[in-house]
């Protein structure tokens, strides 16, 4: 799947960004990103994205067959990172988790439609059969494009997440089968889908 990158994209206002894989030489641009996201986005990530280790460790320690990570680039600065986590052990290896952000000021003009859709193409090629996604229900930006994407609920924990801040969160668990995301991934490809914001 590599070889197909770099590759570009139009957004819908015209913008023209790369997307490709992530690498080494991505850390400091990556943690610029990070750092500079909005609190409110930040308060949904598993781990301290502003903290240089997590993130160096990340671009240094790229594993492609555990973890897929694409990132959108406009001007040469990243505005967006997705990955698709796969299991490599265990009892679910046909499983796999897709987390993704961006900027704020790319929103809404298709590129997460369109980093979603490349990991999809990861996930069918590496034969995982179903697709998950975690989400805060306060995140509902991201819960309304699961939605859209046909994902459902599968379980919503209460109280599962603590923020940075010590606010307690329901967890939503939402998933659909990959072959068949796929092929709606298709049809929804030049519609403007929004953001997928915060699941990560």
Not at 91 to 113: C, D, M, N, Y
Not at 163 to 169: E, P, V
Request: glycine fraction near 4%; aromatic fraction near 12%; charge should be negative.
């Amino acid at each position: 799947m590599i070889e197909k990158y770099p590759k570009k994209a139009i957004l819908r206002d015209k913008k023209e960004i790369i997307i490709r894989p992530l690498e080494e030489g991505d850390f400091r641009e990556l943690l610029h990103f990070f750092q500079h996201l909005p609190t409110e986005d930040r308060i949904y990530f598993h781990s301290d994205v502003t903290n240089p280790k997590i993130v160096k460790d990340w671009c240094y320690n790229i594993d492609f067959s555990e973890v897929f990570p694409l990132i959108g680039l406009y001007k040469n600065k990243i505005i967006a990172d997705f990955t698709l986590h796969k299991n490599k052990y265990g009892w679910s290896p046909h499983v796999g988790e897709i987390r993704g952000i961006v900027a704020q000021g790319f929103r809404k003009l298709g590129i997460a439609t369109i980093m979603f859709r490349d990991l999809m193409d990861v996930a069918i090629t590496d034969n995982l059969k179903k697709i998950i996604c975690y989400a805060m229900e306060s995140q509902t930006d991201a819960v309304e494009l699961l939605k859209r994407f046909h994902f459902k609920e599968e379980a919503n924990l209460k109280d599962q997440v603590v923020d940075f801040y010590g606010q307690l969160h329901n967890l939503l668990i939402m998933t659909h089968f990959a072959h068949d995301l796929w092929e709606e991934l298709h049809q929804l490809y030049d519609k403007d889908l929004g953001v997928m914001s915060g699941i990560y």
